[in-house]
């Protein structure tokens, strides 16, 4: 019986075979390997294989490239025991220096060759960049819904529904938002380090021109009134959102939200998972019901899906489907860190930019 090879991948002109390694010391993570198919014998490059995302320095005692990785990657670098950094020591015939566990600093890859090192610098990035995927998300861009209008709206409506569909199933408090951090969220991060989320609020600060040439400089009036349900069936609901539109009826706030994700995309910073973003103000949520910690931010938090118990939504669609929370004018965005409350109850802010 034939073996099939493992497929082969193409990164920045070089060839590697993809391996898939189980690594006790990641609990059972699957470390995924790219694995040269031979180190270069030519010292130069040609111009496709060039390494042209770091600088490559000429030493005195051969070529040297530094470059920032944030410190929770390192393991996935180093290996179990070590193995993966000397495996890639090995194939390339460099040496690669990483800080100590928990020192923010930079990867140093030294060797005798210039392609030598510009193939280790590629497989360290596609380490990097594959176990950077999996790390769970820090941050989140978000238009805040908090307005002390909303709230109260918002706290009426929850007010009513338990009057009156208490009795359905499903229905009960601890499934509600927080009303201090009722949100819409544009899009989430994965932001490592102090570095990263400068990084990111650079980014945010690059976004305040194109947002004020689509608000005319002025903040955007928004009516919080509606509600919408995720799920296929209404008496089986994970999450009811309120509907959230700019006052004029125009698309402002949608072309903003879509933008912005363009902008963090581009940058390298988030990942797209729709072609436009869904806008919408989370009011009721399952995840909450047994981890109030838990946030609605687009992740499926610390329960597996089937571990959610759905609650029946057709009363509350039947009676409040048109309720209104609110108007207001929103005028902030901000880059919100997860699992945190300011004093006003809403999340931490690490950066934000005025529509204004």
Not at 119 to 136: D, G, N
Request: with cysteine; aromatic share 8%.
């Amino acid at each position: 019986m034939d073996v099939l090879r493992p497929p082969l991948i193409k990164i920045n002109g070089r060839i590697y075979r993809r391996n898939i390694i189980k690594e006790e010391h990641y609990r059972g993570e699957e470390e995924e390997d790219f694995s040269c198919m031979g180190p270069p014998e030519k010292e130069e490059l040609s111009a496709d294989e060039a390494c042209d995302t770091y600088l490559i320095e000429q030493t005195d005692k051969g070529y040297r490239c530094a470059f920032d990785v944030p410190s929770v990657l390192y393991k996935y670098i180093i290996g179990k025991k070590g193995e993966t950094r000397r495996r890639l020591e090995f194939d390339t015939k460099t040496s690669i220096s990483i800080p100590k566990q928990g020192v923010e600093g930079q990867i140093v890859i030294t060797g005798s060759h210039k392609a030598a090192v510009s193939s280790a610098v590629t497989r360290v990035e596609v380490l990097v960049e594959s176990f950077r995927k999996k790390q769970p998300f820090t941050h989140f861009l978000s238009f805040p819904l908090n307005d002390p209008k909303i709230q109260e709206g918002f706290l009426r409506f929850k007010d009513e529904v338990l009057k009156q569909c208490s009795q359905d199933h499903g229905v009960e408090q601890s499934i509600f938002q927080n009303p201090a951090k009722l949100h819409l969220t544009i899009g989430t991060l994965a932001l490592l380090n102090d570095m990263e989320v400068r990084k990111a609020c650079e980014h945010l600060t690059e976004c305040q021109n194109f947002i004020r040439d689509i608000t005319e400089g002025k903040p955007l009036p928004l009516v919080v009134s509606g509600i919408e349900y995720m799920n296929d069936d209404p008496a089986m609901v994970d999450v009811l959102y309120a509907k959230v539109s700019v006052k004029d009826r125009s698309n402002k706030l949608q072309v903003i939200a879509d933008q912005l994700v363009e902008h963090f995309v581009s940058a390298g910073l988030m990942v797209r998972e729709w072609d436009r973003v869904k806008l919408h103000g989370t009011v009721m949520n399952t995840l909450f019901r047994k981890d109030s910690t838990v946030e609605d931010l687009g992740g499926q938090g610390r329960q597996t899906m089937n571990e959610r118990e759905a609650f029946n939504a057709r009363n509350i669609l039947k009676n409040f489907g048109a309720y209104c929370f609110g108007e207001f004018e929103l005028n902030t965005v901000l880059l919100s860190q997860r699992y945190s409350t300011d004093c006003t109850g809403y999340y931490t802010s690490a950066g934000s930019i005025n529509l204004s």
